[in-house]
């Protein structure tokens, strides 16, 4: 029993960073529990069946408590510890498939401009492409965390919304670009600093 509460807390603590103070645990258990209970509620209202409403929750669950806790400092710390390079943070952006599942959750839905698969590539690929492009700006990086996740919600508009998951852009988004990738909220300097009190 201890083993498996120690591994939990170990992979609580590498998901909030270790750093994090009790005010970011709490608000990222809270935001996590808002997204889980609001985004399925939201897609049933807007047509979804029982199995579209679950994916919905899930994907909620990742992304309403990932758009808080990566702009955390003590989380924007952890992922740019050393060792951290670019490759890491490419590869959790390329773990974000969720526009698939977005569009799948959508099937049937209407409202979008553009079609499901089409859709979804998009913001894939914006979000891929938005990576790199954080990652590799050096001092700039945080400057275009913020104009890039702007970017794709102005991309999300132009798309059209998920009609069952309209909170989509505006979690995904933050959490990738602004958090994961630019840590945007955070100087070099309080990234590097001496260990948090």
Do not use: I
């Not at 996590?32 to 679950?54: I, K, N, W």
């Not at 959750?105 to 499901?116: E, N």
């Amino acid at each position: 029993m201890s083993g498996g509460l120690s591994r939990l807390r170990r992979a609580w603590g590498e998901f909030v960073g270790p750093e994090a103070r009790p005010v970011d645990h709490v608000l990222t258990a809270a935001t996590t529990v808002v997204g889980a209970v609001a985004a399925p509620l939201v897609a049933r209202r807007r047509g979804a069946d029982p199995g579209r409403a679950a994916v919905a929750c899930a994907l909620a669950t990742d992304l309403a408590g990932g758009a808080y806790v990566n702009n955390t400092l003590a989380c924007a710390r952890w992922y740019e510890r050393p060792g951290q390079g670019d490759g890491t943070h490419l590869a959790f952006a390329a773990l974000h498939v969720h526009p698939a599942a977005v569009a799948w959750l959508d099937a049937g839905a209407g409202g979008r401009r553009v079609p499901g698969p089409a859709w979804a590539a998009a913001h894939y690929a914006y979000l891929m492409a938005a990576t790199v492009v954080v990652r590799r700006s050096g001092v700039r990086r945080r400057a275009l965390g913020v104009v890039l996740t702007a970017g794709g919600l102005v991309l999300d508009g132009l798309l059209g919304p998920s009609e069952r998951a309209p909170w989509f852009a505006w979690t995904y988004y933050p959490k990738l670009l602004l958090g994961h990738a630019g840590a945007s909220l955070w100087s070099d300097d309080a990234l590097r600093a001496e260990p948090l009190p």
